[in-house]
């Protein structure tokens, strides 16, 4: 069982962290797409650079190292070429699946994506690169929480 070499503090620990990350990370793509696109958010100007998330995002990235635990020794031996776009299939599936049931339970997606190429206004597929580099670096992170930080 691949959860048995870690202690529930751990596990905490990186929930948190992940969450954290996941949620800057969406905080600054989003100002940076404003900026890029010239479409202020939340009122504001666009040199304020101001970005936006969601509360469940906290929850939905918190799932990033649940994942790693399941997957990533397993994933190790693929070469990165292939097992980078395989984590980002990953994410559009944890996306779909996670708007989906938000959409279900409370009759809104808070991401609803009204252009781009998006299946259902859930998932976007030219986000496809902006993807790439995100779980580049969270396997980079995965790697050093679990190599220095958590053993």
């Known amino acids: 069982m691949p959860f048995r070499k870690y202690t529930w503090s751990h596990v905490v620990f990186m929930v948190v962290g992940f969450a954290c990350f996941g949620v800057t990370i969406e ?4 100002a940076f797409s404003a900026l890029f696109t010239q479409a202020p ?3 504001k100007s666009l040199s304020s650079m101001a970005g936006t998330s969601y509360v469940w995002m906290i929850f939905i990235y918190g799932l990033i190292p649940v994942f790693g635990i399941l997957l990533h020794d397993k994933a ?3 070469p990165t070429w292939l097992r980078l776009p395989l984590y980002v299939v990953i994410v559009y599936a944890v996306e779909f699946i996670s708007g989906w049931l938000l959409r279900c339970f409370t009759g809104n997606c808070p991401w609803h ?3 781009g ?10 986000y496809f690169p ?6 580049w670096l969270t396997e980079q992170i995965y790697i ?8």
Do not use: E, H, Q
């Open 130 to 135: 902006a993807w790439l580099l995100f779980v």
């Open 27 to 30: 905080v600054i793509f989003t």
């Open 117 to 126: 190429w998006n299946i259902m206004g859930l998932i976007r597929l030219d």
């Open 144 to 151: 050093f929480m679990n190599t220095r930080v958590i053993r």
């Open 76 to 78: 190790k031996p693929i």
């Open 41 to 43: 958010l939340c009122g």
């Open 113 to 115: 994506y009204t252009s």
